[in-house]
């Protein structure tokens, strides 16, 4: 199976502006509070959160970096999310599909929440080609956030984890696990001397 068609979350968003409840359910509030309490550095010069939805982890995603690219490739989610931040210089967002579209920009933040299981092994191998590409080796990190239940997506968020974890590239610096997600970060290691 390859990646979730864009039909799939056209269809989603026609039939709720919010299909995942990002709004209004205690799983993602409480979620997004260890998001933020895990994430090591108290600032980031140059934050990207690629499938933002709506901007709810957008928004407070903000309070801690200078700049911040949002992006999804739903236009109507990324419209949602550009009137949540509206207000907020440090915010930009964008229309963009990744890995495919991925900014030529060097960031030291970057912020897979709730999409890494949306791609096949291949093409999740490919997103993260372009983190290592554009992620500062020196003080950069990969935070990655996934719902660990049942679902119809190529991979479960357990198996894209591994997968992101499996890259020799990449040192985990924060594991968090429990019944319904899993929450890691990760540093660029040194390349050897
Ligand atoms: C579950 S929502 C993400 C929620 C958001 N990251 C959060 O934590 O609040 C998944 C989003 O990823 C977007 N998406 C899926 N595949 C994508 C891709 N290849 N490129 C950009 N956005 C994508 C969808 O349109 C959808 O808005």
């Known amino acids: 199976m ?19 409840g990002l709004a209004t359910r205690w ?30 982890l957008t928004a407070m995603l903000a ?9 999804d490739g739903m236009p109507v989610a990324a419209e949602q999310a550009r009137a949540r931040t509206w207000g907020l210089a440090n915010v930009e967002v964008a229309d963009l599909t ?14 897979l929440s709730e999409i890494a299981y949306y791609f096949d092994p291949e093409e999740l191998g490919s997103l993260l080609d372009r983190v290592r ?32 974890g499996s890259r020799p590239e990449l040192a985990r610096v924060v594991h968090h696990v429990e019944d319904e997600f899993v929450l890691d970060v990760w540093e660029p290691r040194s390349p050897p001397t």
């Not at 509030?29 to 895990?38: G, P």
């Not at 309070?63 to 992006?71: S, Y």
Request: glycine letters at 6%.
């Open 27 to 56: 799983y993602e509030a409480r979620k997004y509070a260890i998001t933020m309490a895990a994430l090591p550095r108290p600032r980031y010069r140059s934050g990207f959160e690629p499938g933002c939805s709506i901007g709810m």
């Open 63 to 71: 309070t801690r970096c200078d700049h911040l690219l949002a992006a």
């Open 98 to 111: 990744v890995p495919e579209s991925w900014p030529e920009i060097n960031f030291d933040l970057v912020v």
């Open 2 to 20: 390859t990646r979730m068609s864009k039909t799939y979350f056209e269809d989603l968003y026609r039939r709720d502006p919010d299909p995942w």
């Open 133 to 164: 590409q554009t992620l500062d080796t020196a003080g950069g990190h990969l935070m990655a956030v996934h719902w660990r239940g049942t679902t119809n997506y190529p991979l479960t968020g357990d198996h894209a984890h591994q997968l992101i």
